[in-house]
């Protein structure tokens, strides 16, 4: 599996070929209440003594090793000395370390370097105990399964094998089994996903700081837990996917899985103004990793989609300060917003007036100007954005038709209000659509959806 390849001659292969649109997810059934007992492994220590081990970050106290080995040799008391992956998966990397099941291949490969295909005591105690690993936190543990040897950052290839074993083994994406090609996309969507909201400087480098300022770990652990992927919000359902690579396939007119100027200009029912556009292509707020010159890629429409539908996000922010930001001196200026703001084929109302509402709504340090701070700090920063960007949310404004506020307060997710919203409604949308093609015919249909892998491998 790999990511964000792409084949300068791409566009030459042909617009004519059949596609088909990624499977719907199924319905998963809630577990049975006897299910549920028995996926909830106890721990393997009692909380007080868990916690001591994890304190000691430097040096355990021989006692409290001699202790931990202890309690787990009678797990390697077995006629094969050992454990073969299958077993590892369900008693050492569920029980005995207390991480997600589908690290188990990345942690099995760690610490059998010899690749005998056995995991003895002698092989994890030397890996999990005397390499330390016990005594640090589950977001560095993750982190040191993951990363290479000669590294001191993630990057996305990292998180291949996870993804590969979470598609394996999950039951909620067990119908992908059949579809190889779907299984890369999804794979690919959730690692865009992740580095997205993560990786906040943008490099492709995702350190254990920003791993542990994230909220990916308890990502990881839910999933792991629920049967349907889309119980879990972040990152990982496969409804938001299915949401993500469908408004690809709808932008990408000529199936060649690349996105130029006018495809974007398109988006939305065109509502983005061409000089909003051609920021973007400029790579203003972020430089794109498609080799075509000109063009996006699946990964570079991954994080124009997410910072257009939810511009309430602080990598959305981000994104749209670069944007907006036309000298790149760190100063929002009325000039910047006027030059936007002309850029509307209808402009109900003066800019002066629009100016004056933004300085009121956003309330910045200094009226002269408006920073990437004041933005972050005002909830209403998303309706400066669309009324500079999007022509029919600035009619929408100006009829006084307001933008809905997010309820934010007692929402368990405050943040993906914006996001779900727009998956929600996307997805609706396009159940409609399904239902009506798997009934009218059923020979193949000319669409979009499965790339051609020869294209883009």
Request: glycine share 4%; hydrophobic share 35%.
């Amino acid at each position: 599996m790999e990511t964000g390849n792409d084949n300068a001659d791409a566009s030459s292969s042909s617009s004519n070929s059949f596609y088909t649109f990624p499977p719907l997810p199924p319905i998963i059934l809630p577990r049975s209440p006897s299910n549920q007992e028995e996926g909830n492994i106890p721990p393997l220590f009692d909380p007080p003594l868990q916690l001591s081990l994890r304190n000691h970050h430097e040096i355990m106290p021989q006692s409290l090793k001699e202790q931990y080995i202890l309690r787990i040799s009678h797990f390697f008391n077995n006629p094969l000395g050992g454990f073969r992956i299958n077993e590892f998966k369900s008693v050492i990397t569920k029980k005995v370390c207390q991480l997600p099941s589908f690290f188990s291949a990345a942690l099995f490969r760690k610490i059998d370097i010899e690749s005998s295909g056995i995991v003895t005591r002698d092989k994890f105690i030397r890996y999990w105990v005397d390499g330390d690993m016990l005594t640090m936190d589950t977001v560095t543990q993750m982190y040191r399964i993951l990363k290479q040897p000669d590294h001191e950052y993630l990057s996305q290839v990292d998180f291949e094998p996870i993804l590969q074993e979470l598609l394996e083994t999950h039951p909620g994406l067990e119908f992908l089994k059949t579809k190889p090609n779907f299984q890369k996309r999804y794979a690919e969507t959730v690692i865009y996903r992740i580095f997205y909201h993560i990786n906040r400087r943008g490099n492709g480098r995702l350190s254990l700081r920003e791993l542990k300022r994230g909220n990916l770990i308890p990502a990881m652990q839910r999933v792991d837990d629920e049967e349907d992927t889309d119980g879990v919000l972040r990152y990982f359902s496969y409804k938001q996917f299915y949401v993500i690579y469908r408004k690809f396939g709808e932008v990408d007119a000529n199936h060649d899985f690349l996105i130029d100027q006018g495809d974007i200009l398109t988006y939305g029912d065109g509502a983005l103004t061409s000089r909003i556009v051609a920021r973007i292509f400029e790579q203003a707020p972020r430089k794109f990793t498609c080799k075509v010159a000109r063009h996006m890629n699946y990964e570079d429409f991954v994080y124009f989609l997410i910072s257009v539908e939810d511009k309430s996000s602080e990598p959305s922010v981000e994104y749209w300060f670069k944007l907006l930001d036309l000298d790149g001196n760190g100063k929002l200026t009325p000039g910047e917003m006027r030059y936007f703001y002309e850029d509307h084929a209808e402009k109900p109302v003066s800019f002066e007036m629009i100016s004056c509402q933004i300085i009121d709504m956003i309330a910045p340090e200094r009226e002269e100007y408006i920073t990437l701070r004041d933005l972050k700090r005002s909830d209403l920063s998303r309706i400066v954005f669309e009324v500079l960007s999007n022509r029919g949310k600035l009619l929408a404004f100006d009829d006084r038709v307001r933008f809905p506020l997010p309820r934010r307060r007692g929402h368990q997710h405050p943040d993906l209000i914006e996001w779900l919203r727009f998956v929600d409604k996307e997805f609706e949308s396009m159940l409609i659509d399904a239902e009506f093609i798997s009934s009218s015919e059923d020979e193949p249909m000319e669409g979009w959806g499965e790339p051609i892998e020869e294209m883009h491998d």
